[in-house]
Nanobody
Framework: QVQLVESGGGLVQPGGSLTLSCAAS????????MAWYRQTPGKQRELVAA???????IYADSVKGRFTIIRDTAKNTVYLQMNSLKPEDTAVYYC?????????????WGQGTQVTVSS
């Protein structure tokens, strides 16, 4: 199973920007879908953005126009560029490698990175 390591989280003021990175231990070309999810206490993990190997990128309505997912096969890394951050973007962000957008038991997950948007 592939190992995924997220980085780039932290504290940022509303309106600010952050870029998260997800470094994979295997060739991400093997995975049809690389994605970012997020989770807050007491809530289910939700899809933020997905980058299929073929086809259009998918974004949650709440982040469209503000977040961009980038899949760099040469570096085996997936990025999440986050702009115009809002307090409601505060969450633990997780990277996922899988074969479909929906979560399955076969998916690989990173350990998560905390993003806090606060003044």
């Amino acid at each position: 199973q592939v190992q995924l390591v997220e980085s780039g989280g932290g504290l940022v003021q509303p309106g600010g920007s952050l870029t998260l990175s997800c470094a994979a231990s295997a060739n991400i070309f093997l995975f049809n879908v690389m994605a970012w999810y997020r989770q807050t206490p007491g809530k289910q993990r939700e899809l933020v953005a997905a980058h299929p190997r073929v086809g259009s990128r998918i974004y949650a309505d709440s982040v469209k126009g503000r977040f961009t997912i980038i899949r760099d096969t040469a570096k085996n890394t997936v990025y999440l560029q986050m702009n115009s951050l809002k307090p409601e973007d505060t969450a633990v962000y997780y990277c996922k490698a899988g074969q479909v957008v929906d979560t399955t038991p076969a998916d690989s997950w990173g350990q998560g990175t905390q993003v806090t948007v606060s003044s």
